[in-house]
């Protein structure tokens, strides 16, 4: 046997109050009473605009690090090249 309880209906917090003074099973329910619906209005869509790329922030890290770790190389070679030219 279903008892309906007093209460609260907030719509914008989608909540729904009601005091207890026991614990049971409960469920919410509601009872639609049939209104005379109006055909909807045809609505014409607008056309959504085409989104812009953000401009650049610049090189990504990775490039960064594949150009310092040629410009290393280069230093290290460089290096090698003066140090064996120099004992030779």
Do not use: C, N
Not at 26 to 39: F, G
């Amino acid at each position: 046997m279903w008892v309906e309880l007093e209460s609260t209906v907030d719509p914008v917090t989608h909540t729904i109050s009601v005091q207890l003074t026991h614990l049971s099973k409960y469920a919410v329910m509601t009872s639609v009473e049939e209104e005379e619906v109006a055909p909807a209005e045809e609505v014409t869509p607008t056309p959504t605009p085409t989104p812009t790329p953000a401009p650049s922030e610049g090189l990504a890290w990775w490039v960064w690090l594949i150009i310092g770790l040629a410009i290393v190389a280069v230093i290290v070679l460089l290096y090698f090249y003066w140090w064996r030219r120099r004992t030779a």
